[in-house]
């Protein structure tokens, strides 16, 4: 919690003020797709991700008329440590993460496009879209179950 909500707060506040004398600059906050609906097998995660959502888009709305631009980018599968971290299998993953890489090159697209919200790859912000929620949450939540139930097994 202290990470995800805590290093948020200060990091913007720290530079927030800067940006603003300034007139210009931009802050990227880093959520996650499914905080908002929670996320069974990680509710804490979710909820903690779901306060640098609402932070973002207030701050967005906030800090434009200074200048300074803020987005919060919801990633859902890019391709970094955080698989194996949860335990997930990349074979196993319904599709093939993109980048870190690609995933930085959208959110300072979207960023100095002047976008609110940006989830990295196409073909997850078409997901998002079309996947009712409560479907995304089961599939989410039976995912990460396997995962843990898979990790204990192994310990």
């Known amino acids: 919690m ?3 909500a805590g290093a948020h707060l200060d990091l913007t506040h720290a530079f927030a003020r800067r940006l ?6 931009g802050i990227v ?4 797709l ?4 929670g996320i069974p097998n990680m509710a804490h995660e979710a909820g903690s991700k779901a306060y640098v959502d609402a932070l973002g888009t207030a701050l967005h ?25 949860f335990g997930l299998d990349r074979g196993d993953l319904p599709l093939r993460p993109i980048s ?25 912000r ?8 409560a479907l995304a949450v ?4 039976r995912m990460l179950g396997r995962a843990a139930a898979a990790r204990a097994a192994a310990a």
Not at 34 to 37: K, M, V
Not at 61 to 85: F, K, Q, S
């Open 126 to 133: 078409l997901l998002a879209r079309l996947l009712p929620t």
């Open 29 to 32: 906050l880093v959520s996650a």
């Open 61 to 85: 709305h906030e800090l434009g008329p200074v200048g300074v631009r803020v987005l919060v980018m919801r990633p859902g599968n890019v391709d970094t440590p955080i698989i194996e971290a």
């Open 138 to 141: 089961r599939v989410n939540g």
């Open 100 to 124: 870190a890489a690609a995933a930085v090159r959208e959110t300072l697209g979207a960023l100095a496009r002047g976008r609110v919200v940006h989830v990295p790859d196409r073909r997850m």
């Open 34 to 37: 499914g905080a908002s609906a």
């Open 2 to 4: 202290r990470l995800n």
């Open 20 to 25: 603003a004398d300034r007139g210009r600059g």
